[in-house]
T-cell receptor, first 110, second 114 residues
Framework: DAKTTQPPSMDCAEGRAANLPCNHS???????VYWYRQIHSQGPQYIIH???NNETNEMASLIITEDRKSSTLILPHATLRDTAVYYC???????????FGSGTRLLVRP | DAGVIQSPRHEVTEMGQEVTLRCKPI?????LFWYRQTMMRGLELLIY????????DSGMPEDRFSAKMPNASFSTLKIQPSEPRDSAVYFC????????????FGPGTRLTVT
């Protein structure tokens, strides 16, 4: 599976959009981009995933560049409850193996 | 739906004792995973079941660890004998086979072995 690179930490103001970047320059054609988050003392939570088109659900939007070498997770109106570690994972669609790296620690400020 | 249920939430035991962690996956999910999370090693996959059958146990650290899934609604992870280095948070997750990357995690069991 392709390696991902994320900034170790970010912050944003409550109510503003949080844009979390992820680099995956070695991604192959059949690999998907998944995003999870882990709020303190809880289990990881699935957020969204995509192959090459932008995706949106009730939690977030996923923007994947045309060359698929990077992506951005967007939380449109961050709340204090969005403070968590966010993991960007690249894996094949049929693969059960999710490699959780270090992630990005997002702090949402009041 | 209640989500993935794990018990106990916290377990403190002495070295050498047997520990059993329990998991009830989301109803209808046919894939189940056990993970371990520590500060040093992060989140690691221990074992993966599909339709109650162990498919990949390559992440199980050693023979002291065993996992079973006797039916679609119950799984156990057993450590016998336990050691201090087994102290970690153990998560169970489940998913549907056709969307296996969408895994739904339980709240975890925090294990402390003294």
């Amino acid at each position: 599976d392709a390696k991902t690179t994320q900034p170790p930490s970010m912050d944003c103001a409550e109510g503003r959009a949080a844009n979390l970047p992820c680099n995956h320059s070695t991604i192959s054609g059949n690999e998907y981009v998944y995003w999870y988050r882990q709020i303190h003392s809880q289990g990881p939570q699935y957020i969204i995933h995509g192959l090459k088109n932008n995706e949106t659900n009730e939690m977030a939007s996923l923007i994947i560049t045309e060359d698929r070498k990077s992506s951005t997770l967007i939380l449109p109106h961050a709340t204090l409850r969005d403070t968590a570690v966010y993991y960007c994972i690249v894996t094949q669609d049929s693969s059960y193996k999710l490699i959780f790296g270090s992630g990005t620690r997002l702090l949402v400020r009041p | 739906d209640a989500g993935v249920i794990q018990s106990p939430r916290h377990e403190v035991t002495e070295m050498g004792q047997e520990v059993t962690l329990r998991c009830k996956p989301i109803s209808g999910h046919n894939s189940l995973f056990w993970y371990r999370q520590t500060m040093m090693r992060g989140l690691e996959l221990l074992i993966y079941f599909n339709n109650n059958v162990p498919i990949d146990d390559s992440g199980m650290p050693e023979d002291r660890f065993s996992a079973k899934m006797p039916n679609a609604s119950f799984s156990t992870l057993k450590i016998q004998p336990s050691e201090p280095r087994d102290s970690a948070v153990y998560f169970c997750a489940s998913s549907l086979e056709f969307s296996i990357g969408e895994q739904y995690f339980g709240p975890g069991t925090r294990l402390t072995v003294t």
